[in-house]
């Protein structure tokens, strides 16, 4: 069964990759169950393996971490939830592609409790929502705004890092850099939607669509 662990206060970044790197390994080792940790970080922003510099346009403005898993710059910060996972793809199946797919679906998932449709888009990482709301982009392009960004890396066939949903991070934030790499369209939240979600609703959400996923049955 997967133990789920939800921390109150955000997490220094530096502490939450040793803590889930030591976590992968004990469960390669088969000393530990598989893992979902549910944290907030201080406001910083991330550099995954894909990562420009040409892309961080503020370098100054928050701490950056490098870092192994998948995909380019990306912000963590307060109203943020962040999801790590530590899941063992050795029993799950070996196939990245059917993971990262898999997680794609449960954002998706998630987000359909509160009646926002969520789509993935060849070429752009992560869960967007349309947004006819605001002008097209200048090529006619409807407009797209992102509310989840999903990472991940593989040690053993165990995975760290995972995702983030904006429930109500200061958007004002991901300016500093060029979220992913894509230019053009914006970031959004539940908030920005206009949902009144709690952190606790949005918790509930993912664990009930965990589930509905993954097929697990999970302990607290």
Known sequence: MV???????????????????ARADAIARGEAPEAIWLLEHPPLYTAGTSAKL?????????????????G??????????????MLDLNTR?????????????????????????GEVRAGR???????????PLPDG????????????????????????INLDPDLSHFD????CGITGHGVTSLIDLGLPVTM????????GAFDAVFGEERES
């Open 3 to 21: 133990e789920w662990i939800i921390s109150d206060s955000p997490v220094a970044y530096a502490e939450a990759v040793a803590w889930m790197e």
């Open 54 to 70: 040409s892309d961080l346009k503020d370098p100054d403005r928050f701490p950056i971490f490098e870092t192994r898993r998948g």
């Open 72 to 85: 380019q710059y990306t912000y963590h910060g307060p109203g943020q939830r962040v999801v790590y996972v």
């Open 93 to 117: 199946g070996r196939d990245v592609r059917a993971f990262v797919a898999a997680l794609e679906a449960w954002v998706i998932t998630t987000l359909a409790s509160f009646n926002v449709t």
């Open 125 to 135: 990482v992560g869960v967007w929502v349309a947004r006819p709301d605001k002008p």
């Open 141 to 164: 392009t409807p407009r797209e705004d992102k509310i989840a960004a999903i990472g991940v890396r593989l040690r053993r066939w165990i995975s760290f890092h995972g995702l983030s």
């Open 176 to 179: 500093g850099i060029v979220p």
């Open 200 to 207: 606790d609703d949005l918790d509930v959400a993912l664990r």
